[in-house]
């Protein structure tokens, strides 16, 4: 049977776009990038740096749940579906007999319109304001609204101004809400400026990492009892994306003005950490209760 002209320019049409669609799903969806240059994580140096500041290493660790959400799984590791992962936003705090520091400090939930789906814990992020008061320290893995979103919506500030260590990445960065923080706060905070290693306190070690954000840090953490842990914020959003070694797609890298390259040879560095050192994932709930079940960290702020 013979086609009519316009006949053959539909099929023309509708083919074209088949393939176009397949080339951005290749692209967009399933595509992880390629590592660039590599990133290195000296744990002999970061033990160094941690056991060098005088005083005593810290006792355990403890975190708080502050909210549970969801993406489609194929945002959050490349080419695996569109089944919803869940996700949680969580709040750390490093324990010593005499001080407390926080790694992270979640967000309120007045500001929780931006996360798919959330469910907020109020109580949870009650006790992470009140642990903010209380600390010596607090630092963050990058400065994304829902790690800083904490401090952001304090009611004082000027109480938790002094122990708030913004980077000077995280402070000049573009993906710093600024119009989350009330006017004036944020020229308060003198920026934490560093290079190579930075000890914040006995056992916690500060190496930048960006890619995921300018401002993004590893935090290390080494407890007196030996135990060793790296905190790497949203380089990863599920051990699946180490284990893997295999980062966000492009569509979501691309919405987020993500270094894929360098993200992804960060994830290839924290896949060869030895076994024994804990990878904490600031969004893994699967990661999360299995940690909490082993006892590599203690669940909910105590004595507040």
Avoid at 17 to 25: C, E, I, T, Y
Avoid at 252 to 259: F, Q
Wanted: aromatic share 8%; net charge neutral; no cysteine.
């Amino acid at each position: 049977m013979k086609l009519k002209r316009w006949q053959r320019t539909a099929l023309w049409v509708i083919g074209t776009l088949f393939v176009v669609l397949l080339v951005a799903k290749h692209f967009l969806l399933d595509n992880p990038a390629a590592p660039g240059p590599d990133y290195v994580i000296d744990l002999a140096a970061l033990h160094r740096a941690a056991a060098a500041s005088p005083g005593a290493l810290p006792d355990h660790i403890e975190v708080e749940k502050v909210a549970d959400f969801g993406f489609p799984r194929t945002l959050v590791v490349a080419g695996d579906g569109f089944s919803m992962h869940k996700m949680v936003l969580l709040a750390h705090r490093v324990v010593w007999p005499d001080h407390t520091l926080m790694i992270d400090t979640a967000m309120s939930p007045a500001a929780g319109g931006s996360l798919p789906g959330a469910k907020f814990d109020p109580a949870a992020f009650q006790r992470v304001e009140k642990a903010m008061l209380q600390a010596k320290d607090i630092v963050f893995s990058h400065e994304h609204v829902d790690h800083v979103g904490g401090v952001s919506a304090a009611p004082d500030f000027g109480a938790i101004a002094k122990q708030t260590h913004l980077t000077r990445e995280q402070l000049g960065s573009p993906k710093l809400e600024r119009k989350d923080f009330p006017p004036g706060t944020l020229d308060r905070l003198q920026p934490l400026d560093y290079t190579g290693l930075y000890a914040v306190a006995p056992g916690v070690v500060l190496q930048k990492a960006p890619g995921h954000s300018p401002g993004s840090q590893l935090i290390y953490v080494e407890l007196a009892n030996g135990a060793r842990y790296v905190f790497v914020g949203d380089i990863a959003w599920t051990k699946d994306n180490i284990t893997l070694r295999r980062g966000r797609p492009g569509i979501a890298t691309l919405l987020m003005s993500e270094d894929r390259p360098a993200v992804a040879a960060q994830l290839r560095a924290l896949a060869a950490l030895p076994k024994d050192v804990h990878i904490v994932v600031a969004h893994d709930p699967v990661a999360l209760e299995s940690d909490l079940k082993a006892g590599v960290y203690r669940r909910g702020f105590s004595g507040i």
